[in-house]
């Protein structure tokens, strides 16, 4: 049974899905060879996350962002992270065979009475290591 506040809390999860969609497709600087922004279809037991950002480094490695959104009234990052790890496995095994290059898992979690830009974003240290060093061990260079 589907109550009134369930549905609610649906519409402010996907409105927020959607403004996240937006910002990586507009707001983000050319400068990261972003190759793509799309919404994950919701699929039960096998989530693949809500939105998969493909990106690509200066050699040519694709990374892919599997991106929970959380816009809750209860902060539980631990949750989302267990959560965001599972739904980049799926992703990951929805691929088949095929190579996916690097996927990170990462919780992007909406500020109550904030603007978009001040959203947490959320993962486990080996992950960002992970991230990060990509960008150290093909020369990029972060920029302020």
Excluded: C
């Excluded at 200066?58 to 739904?87: C, M, Q, R």
């Amino acid at each position: 049974m589907d109550s009134k506040q369930s549905r609610a809390n649906k519409r402010k999860g996907a409105s927020f899905e959607t403004d996240l969609e937006k910002h990586f497709r507009f707001e983000l600087p050319l400068s990261i060879y972003q190759r793509g922004t799309n919404r994950l279809a919701r699929a039960g037991k096998l989530d693949r996350g809500d939105i998969s950002l493909k990106l690509q480094t200066k050699d040519g490695y694709d990374v892919t962002l599997i991106i929970e959104a959380k816009n809750a009234a209860k902060f539980t990052p631990s949750e989302w992270v267990d959560e965001a790890a599972k739904e980049a496995e799926n992703y990951r095994i929805s691929l088949n065979a095929r190579d996916p290059g690097y996927i990170f898992p990462v919780v992007i979690a909406k500020r109550r009475n904030k603007a978009l830009s001040k959203s947490f974003v959320i993962m486990e240290l080996d992950q960002f290591s992970k991230l990060v060093s990509m960008g150290k061990k093909y020369g990029d260079e972060i920029e302020e």
